[in-house]
């Protein structure tokens, strides 16, 4: 018999249903009214079968008959449940983007670090496209022509890419309050669902309050930057509601498409943190799931993982294609044996601890939870295993594939999630939600708490006021005017030499530190909640009063970090505006900005500024760029760093000269020659390269085989000569003084050039298998000691002629090690300038008509011979060439990897056409994750018939699965970060 709130009976029939699946016994009611209606107000009911071996409560809605006033009222209060949440965390973004003059509040942006160096720049790439000068995955604007899909695949695959474009071409960078808006709200939305779903018991008023505490986790701080991360935070509470599905019902789907979900968000982390996530949940079926049941329980959850990985195949395959052609590409153990770096830790806890107010939640529940549980074992088990990587960084590099150190807190939606479930176990356990814990506790116990509350806000508040004035005004705060600040005294020094004050939006709103601030915020805010709770564990707060204040003090830490991560990503375009002045100055004179290229000499903004500024550089900075992009910058020795950035900085006068850089601009005087004056503004210079090749021309023919050559200036003369110069390009000078030093068996080695003008740099190339250390000071110096591989190229130097001197120290174990070898291995090159004009000259009277499509560019020409067409692109795989119509091969060399296609005598019409590789990946990946899905659901279609010996094959396959990633994701670097501590410790 059932009654409603106002005691009235209710007649209604009971359909009563048994199902086993594979979480064991599970039941459930359905309940309608003699009409057949359902039921849809909350009440509780308790029912018992024969088959439950203890009555389970289950959670009901029922409708008195004929009423429906208990409906809207239901309808009004989701509405509200499920818009505050997201309406308290954008009205906080809202209030501080205002604040710190953000557009459209001001004239700057909200864009800094990766946002505005790479997924701002790339996201105008498609304005490109629309236009028809760049295909969806190629652009000939960056890095001699590149294909972008494996950097669009990991920043742009969302479904809030398309606000990039609201502001319009050249504006994107204006979008992002806009699109982190737009994620702050979905956030808060599925956070919401998730407590709801999970945890019904949690009293409303509290749901909006941890809904925004998990949107402004610390995971938020460290992916802002990076926004495509944000959707991390939106899928993975639907993926653990998922579950939550897949264990009362045994349907798996909403789990598999939420995770899968995450990997379209970014592969690369979501692939290795689903190492993490099987992990977990092999845990959970051996520690939750009776024993009768666990065989198909994990069987379940290995099909689940299947398809999973089924419907992200058409991501997966097309991007780990991508990631083995580049240059990032550095391998699994790459990273494992870097010195033990106190950074890395001081980073990853700034991020951890600012989640105080969920930090100490969870630590609540993990204290005061009945550890006899099952579940509650296995709670201690996952948490071990998402916090593992944060503690340890060793791990994480491994999970993520020899990635690189402070980011190993890319996993960090996970322990975000983690703590949001803790926190809301912690709530929903501290009593009963709807009756006695809102109990009246006395006039002493309100007293107390009203006491205890006050003390808490003013201290939390107070500490905040004054970590603001610190960070804001550094010594001259007026907190230094207080009596305990006083000049000389250990508070006052700490305060005013501390780093942390300097910059510390920024530092903060970009993962590199502040663990400083945030300790000592996390101690107040922490200890508050700590305070409270165990007050309302102990019956002298009731919940209501606990729980307001835990609201406010959650406030209060969303309110700071909010702040510091608004403030610490403000920007403007003023650079971008300035160089598009000098931009301006260039095209008077050019009418098409695609026939060559131009020179940032100071690296004023980002290797990806020809996409928003709408030019052409050998530049780059990317998180996937084919390797063979980055030949030239280590041909040439353009700065860099050979993975994922290349900029136009240093090169020499050849180098320039055949990359096609006619125009160069800097905020200072460019000193080699061969840049001639060309136009002057407020902030920059502009210069005129005077011996620029064309883009395409005519090569008499010739060898090429740079990759035999044993040293650069062997490969720089052999280059030469086969695009049409005669003699060297170079002039070597060998070393004129070497000096032996027997105390530490030291050779000190002295190089000097002369005469030629050019430039110049010390070429030093010993044997492969000999490991030479040096220095480049006179005397051997253990911090400035590098290790010396198969070869090394100084930094170009342009001079004008005179005397150039250099000299190396070098130390070698090897018997083989001796003046003679030092002799032939080490010398000082000089590129001629003259030379290089001479080749000029040539190559612009052989200069091709070259027309640029989207996709492919055609150039015309006349020669007299066969020979070849040069074409300062690179040739990357998807490349083709035919020459009058006829299909012809091209010419390929490791190490300068151009576009050059053999031509015959006469008129010559030679078409480039670049089809990009990754899309026949992606079909494939579309086909086999459509058999594979089919197949999994013709095995769920068939389960009853195949589960006796599919359980048996997952069980065994699932138990070596998670002793492998066990040991060797977690173990092995364990064990290998204790060994690195013992010999920090100890010296050795």
């Not at 026939?595 to 990806?608: C, G």
Request: proline letters at 2%.
């Amino acid at each position: 018999m059932l009654f409603n709130k106002n005691k009235k009976m209710l007649k209604v029939k009971g359909v009563l249903t048994s199902t086993e699946n594979a979480c064991g016994g599970e039941v459930s009611v359905a309940l309608q009214g003699d009409d057949g209606r359902p039921f849809f107000c909350e009440e509780t009911v308790s029912a018992v079968t024969e088959k439950a071996e203890k009555p389970c409560s289950i959670e009901s809605k029922i409708e008195p008959l004929n009423d429906n006033k208990c409906r809207k009222t239901s309808i009004i209060g989701n509405i509200w449940l499920y818009s505050a949440a997201p309406l308290i965390a954008v009205a906080f973004f809202i209030a501080f983007v205002a604040y710190c003059g953000i557009y459209p509040f001001g004239n700057r942006m909200m864009a800094s670090y990766d946002m505005l160096a790479q997924i701002v720049p790339y996201a105008e790439h498609f304005f490109d496209v629309l236009e028809g000068k760049s295909s969806l995955f190629y652009s000939f604007s960056i890095a001699g022509g590149a294909d972008v899909f494996g950097t669009l695949a990991y920043c742009m695959v969302s479904p809030f890419s398309f606000l990039f474009f609201v502001m319009g071409r050249g504006n994107v960078a204006y979008t992002v309050p806009y699109i982190l808006g737009a994620k702050i709200i979905c956030i808060s939305l599925s956070a919401t669902y998730f407590i709801k779903k999970m945890f019904p018991k949690i009293n409303n008023y509290l749901v909006p309050v941890l809904a925004v505490l998990y949107t402004y986790s610390g995971y938020f701080h460290v992916a802002n930057t990076y926004i495509n991360w944000l959707d991390f935070m939106i899928y993975l509470p639907l993926a653990v509601w998922g579950f939550r599905v897949f264990r009362k019902t045994g349907k798996f789907i909403w789990f598999s498409v939420f995770l899968a979900c995450d990997i379209y968000a970014c592969f690369s982390i979501a692939c290795f943190s689903m190492l993490i996530i099987y992990l977990i949940l092999f845990f959970y079926a051996a520690m939750c799931v009776k024993k009768e049941y666990r065989r198909d329980s994990i069987t379940k959850i290995c099909l689940s993982l299947i398809l999973t990985v089924a419907f992200a195949l058409p991501i997966i395959v097309p991007s780990f294609m991508a990631y083995v052609c580049s240059g990032r590409n550095t391998g699994l153990f790459s990273n494992l044996s870097n010195k033990l770096s106190a950074d890395h830790l001081y980073h990853k806890f700034s991020y951890v601890l600012c989640d105080a107010v969920l930090f100490v939640l969870s630590l609540f529940y993990l204290v005061f939870c009945d550890k006899s549980k099952p579940f509650n074992k296995f709670v201690f088990v996952a948490t071990a295993l998402i916090m593992a990587p944060v503690c340890i960084d060793e791990i994480c590099l491994l999970l993520n594939a020899g990635s690189y150190m402070s980011y190993a807190l890319r996993f960090g939606f996970l322990n975000s999630c983690l703590k949001l479930y803790l926190g809301c176990l912690a709530v929903e356990n501290a009593g009963d939600l709807k009756a006695e814990a809102f109990r009246k506790t006395g006039t002493k116990n309100n007293i107390i708490s009203a006491l205890v509350c006050a003390v808490v806000f003013c201290c939390c508040g107070g500490i905040l006021y004054v970590i603001d004035d610190v960070i804001t005004n550094g010594s001259k705060s007026f907190v230094f005017g207080w009596s305990f600040m006083k000049e000389g005294t250990p508070l006052y020094e700490m305060f005013k030499e501390a780093d942390f004050c300097s910059s510390f939006s920024s530092k903060f709103a970009h993962s590199i530190g502040g663990l400083e601030i945030i300790a000592f915020l996390f101690i107040v805010f922490g200890l508050g909640v700590a305070i409270i709770a165990v007050l309302n564990r102990y019956k002298i707060m009731n919940l209501r009063i606990a729980a307001g204040a835990i609201a406010v003090i959650s406030f209060m830490q969303i309110g700071f970090v909010c702040y510091h991560t608004v403030a610490g990503n403000r920007n403007t375009m003023i650079t971008y505006d300035r160089i598009n002045v000098a931009l301006d100055e260039i095209k008077k004179e050019e009418d098409d900005l695609t026939q060559f290229r131009i020179k940032d000499y100071e690296n004023k903004v980002t290797a990806d500024a020809p996409f928003t500024l709408h030019y052409r550089a050998y530049s780059v900075f990317s998180s996937v760029t084919d390797d063979t992009n980055f030949g030239i910058m280590r041909l040439f020795g353009y700065d860099g760093n050979g993975i994922n950035t290349i900029k136009t900085r240093k090169g020499n006068v050849f180098a320039d000269a055949l990359m096609g850089y006619k125009y160069a601009y800097s905020s200072g005087t460019v000193t080699p020659s061969y840049w001639e004056d060309f136009a002057k503004t407020d902030n920059f210079n502009v210069y005129k390269n005077k011996y620029v090749f064309p883009t395409a021309f005519y090569v008499p023919g010739g060898e090429l085989n740079l990759s035999e050559c044993k040293t650069d200036a062997d490969r720089y003369d052999t280059l030469y000569n086969f695009l049409g110069g005669e003699g060297k390009l170079t002039e070597r000078f060998k070393p004129d003084k070497i000096t032996y030093n027997a105390e530490d068996n030291t050779y000190s080695v002295r190089v000097r050039a002369r005469g030629t003008k050019g430039d110049r740099f010390v070429s030093i190339c010993f044997p492969e298998d000999m490991k030479v250390e040096y220095c480049t000071s006179s005397m051997f110096v253990e911090s400035e000691k590098k290790t010396l591989n198969s070869a090394y190229k100084s930094s170009s130097t342009y001079t004008s002629g005179g005397i150039a001197t250099s000299t190396y120290t070098f130390r070698c174990l090897d018997e083989r090690f001796n003046e003679e070898l030092i002799m032939n291995s080490v010398e000082y090159v000089v590129i001629s300038e003259d030379k290089v004009k001479e080749l000029s000259e040539i190559a612009n009277a052989n200069a091709a008509e070259t027309v640029f499509g989207s996709d492919n560019v055609t150039c015309k020409f006349n020669s007299s011979n066969e020979g070849y067409l040069f074409l300062n692109y690179v040739n990357i795989k998807g490349w083709t060439a035919t020459v009058n119509g006829q299909k012809t091969e091209l010419l390929s060399d490791d190490c300068l990897s151009f576009l050059i296609a053999k031509t015959g005598e006469g008129e010559n019409e030679v078409k480039f056409t670049y089809s990009s590789p990754y899309v026949r990946y992606i079909f494939i990946g579309l086909f086999a994750g459509a058999l594979l899905s089919i197949a999994v659901f013709e095995v769920f279609k068939r389960y009853e018939i195949v589960k006796g010996w599919l359980a048996k094959i997952a069980d065994i396959a699932a138990d070596v699965l998670a002793v492998f990633v066990l040991g060797f994701g977690f173990l092995y670097p364990a064990v290998l970060f204790l060994i690195k501590c013992f010999k920090t410790i100890f010296g050795i």
